[in-house]
């Protein structure tokens, strides 16, 4: 991993642009040398609404990361106005979208097979796994933090084989000691994946909780996976209303056409 000064646009030609959220604008770049096209993600660091904190904790976080099922950034380059991230080009989009494409525009009609969603969630699983053994807490697993790096096999037919998936994301994660209680810098997350633990941190203030958050938001993500609906959704953004939900549990007929061992998976993930 390289950090570079200046603007990246004497080693990239820059393409079209892919994308634009509240943090900037990620970009289709080509290496002039090497002819590899990669992601750039432009961050202003004035006007994005990406905590700088959150930022820089994200370019920590990816810098120890190496792995093939990890969001590879390869460097970066500050200037004055901006951040420049250099990232693997994931071209088959967000994992959320092959679920959106299945289940949604289908009406019900399709579904994911299990032999594709476990030889997809194989992928994530150790993604996740290879963050843990080096220290380190996602705290933010979702659909939408799933990429496919190739659009080949992806929602013309996605039956077929499995394809190739990372993990990205890596603003909210935390550095932890195995052989210390974690006390989380900040709590936060994405609300339907977000643990028991994580929102009965942010009541008791404590911030206290450890890896099992992440479990059981992999087992949020499975759940999906197999019926197309996240497994819980509460009626209000209020902690208390989350709990109670998540209390209650996700309606399991949804995952009527997952086999028994299936469904056990995913409810020892989410207990």
Not at 15 to 25: A, H
Not at 53 to 71: A, F, G, R, S, V
Request: overall charge positive; proline content about 5%; aromatic content about 8%.
């Amino acid at each position: 991993m390289i950090i570079t000064t200046g603007r990246p646009d004497a080693h990239y030609h820059v393409r079209e642009t892919l994308g634009q959220g509240t943090f900037g604008v990620a970009k289709r770049v080509v290496d002039k040398k090497t002819k590899e096209a990669r992601v750039m993600k432009v961050i202003n660091k004035k006007s994005s609404h990406m905590d700088p904190q959150e930022l820089e904790q994200e370019i920590k976080n990816m810098k120890k990361m190496d792995h093939p099922h990890i969001l590879k950034m390869f460097e970066y380059f500050e200037d004055y106005n901006n951040v420049y991230l250099i990232l693997e080009l994931c071209e088959g989009g967000e994992l959320m979208k092959v679920i959106e494409d299945t289940y949604t525009k289908s009406r019900g009609k399709k579904r994911l097979t299990e032999g594709w969603i476990a030889g997809l969630y194989a992928q994530v699983l150790e993604a996740v796994s290879y963050c843990h053994s080096h220290g380190l807490i996602h705290k933010d697993i979702k659909a939408e933090n799933i990429m496919l790096l190739n659009k080949d096999k992806t929602t013309k037919n996605p039956f077929d084989a499995p394809p190739h998936v990372v993990l990205i994301d890596f603003g909210l994660a935390e550095a932890f000691d195995p052989d210390r209680p974690f006390v989380s810098r900040h709590v936060a997350g994405t609300p339907y994946t977000m643990a028991p633990e994580v929102w009965n941190a942010t009541l008791s203030r404590s911030n206290t909780f450890g890896l099992k958050c992440d479990v059981y938001s992999l087992g949020c993500v499975l759940f999906h996976l197999f019926c197309g609906e996240p497994p819980i959704i509460a009626r209000s953004m209020k902690a208390q209303d989350w709990l109670k939900a998540i209390s209650v549990g996700p309606d399991w007929r949804l995952l009527k056409h997952a086999t028994p061992h299936a469904i056990q998976l995913v409810k020892k993930m989410m207990t």
